[in-house]
T-cell receptor, first 108, second 111 residues
């Protein structure tokens, strides 16, 4: 069964501290993985996708097939990073599954 | 401006009624997906349309149906509304595997 798990509902760090938002998945095929972010009073928006191997707003995420994880990391958190973060997996049938989300709060 | 607009923004319906939600996708995006997001949860995939054909469906009953039109607009129809259908409904357009652009959603309340 296809599943995305974000084990932390809430995560709080201080400004300048490293942050890691965890995402684990279960899927028997080759997954397409994404991180979406929702800032306060804004719509859900794509942050990054694993196929691009890109860094957006200082965030990176590495697909670890052995551990079936796609954790989101940033070395130095900023207050403007405070938001709701969703990990998502799209399967071969165009079914996109989202995790329950992690609310990140970056304290000054 | 993301280019995906949804209407209406809020809606209140009575149990048993039918509802139609509308979405205008970003021009050039052949794929549109619909999601249901209950309070405190991540979006749940309802179905996806590609060039006016359904090409993917989540675990939702047949009373959830959709249409996609050639002008990049689409509809989500829900028949026989139940109280548990109260949620935020999101529309997203894009092309696999690049990710999707989301609308702001329609908040449906069933009473």
């Amino acid at each position: 069964a296809q599943r995305v798990t974000q084990p932390e509902k809430l995560l709080s760090v201080f400004k300048g501290a490293p942050v890691e938002l965890k995402c684990n998945y279960s899927y028997s095929g080759s997954p397409e993985l994404f991180w979406y972010v929702q800032y306060s009073r804004q719509r859900l928006q794509l942050l990054l996708r694993h196929i691009s191997r890109e860094s957006i707003k200082g965030f990176t995420a590495d697909l670890n097939k052995g551990e079936t994880s796609f954790h989101l990391k940033k070395p130095f958190a900023q207050e403007e990073d405070s938001a709701m973060y969703y990990c998502a997996l799209e399967n071969n049938n165009n079914d996109m599954r989202f995790g329950a989300g992690t609310r990140l709060t970056v304290k000054p | 401006e993301t280019g995906v607009t949804q209407s209406p923004t809020h809606l209140i319906k009575t149990r048993g009624q039918q509802v139609t939600l509308r979405c205008s996708s970003q021009s050039g995006h052949n794929t549109v997906s619909w999601y249901q997001q209950a309070l405190g949860q991540g979006p749940q995939f309802i179905f996806q349309y590609y060039r006016e054909e359904e090409n993917g469906r989540g675990n939702f009953p047949p009373r959830f149906s959709g249409l996609q039109f050639p002008n990049y607009s689409s509809e989500l129809n829900v028949n026989a509304l139940e109280l548990d259908d109260s949620a935020l409904y999101l529309c997203a357009s894009g092309d696999r595997p690049y990710g999707y652009t989301f609308g702001s959603g329609t908040r449906l309340t069933v009473v």
